[in-house]
């Protein structure tokens, strides 16, 4: 069964960082490049940032540059984002997500999807 299951998410003050970690299960992870991507409410899915199966980064929303960090660690199964200098523009639930085939910051190309986790900071 195909699984992808975030943790680290909660609330923060302004400032705050955390870290988000995504989990899979149930297919070859090393074979996917891996999103995240969050919602806010009333707002549609956006990307976020995302990592090759190879470890290179794809890329970042204009909006987190400089302070998010993604990475992944093939060994260990995980997709990190770390999450620094948050806003509470940043509150949404995050979302993690793998592709195969080539790399990509669309949603529709991304087959399979978290659950989510979410991330509220206050101000």
């Known amino acids: 069964q195909v699984q992808l299951v975030e943790s680290g998410g909660g609330s923060v003050q302004s400032g705050g960082s955390l870290k988000l970690v995504c989990t899979p299960s149930?297919?070859?992870?090393?074979?996917?490049?891996v999103g995240w991507f969050r919602q806010a409410p009333g707002k549609e899915r956006e990307f976020v940032a995302g990592?090759?199966?190879?470890?290179?980064?794809?890329g970042y929303a204009d909006s987190v540059k400089g302070r998010f960090t993604i990475s992944r660690d093939n060994a260990r199964n995980q997709v990190m984002l770390e999450m620094n200098s948050l806003k509470v523009e940043d509150t949404a639930v995050y979302y993690c997500?793998?592709?195969?085939?080539?790399?990509?910051?669309?949603?529709?190309?991304?087959?399979?999807w978290g659950q989510g986790t979410q991330v509220t900071v206050s101000s």
């Open positions: 997500a793998a592709a195969i085939g080539p790399t990509s910051k669309m949603i529709d190309d991304y087959q399979h």
């Open positions: 990592v090759s199966r190879i470890g290179s980064v794809i």
């Open positions: 149930g297919f070859i992870f090393v074979n996917y490049h």
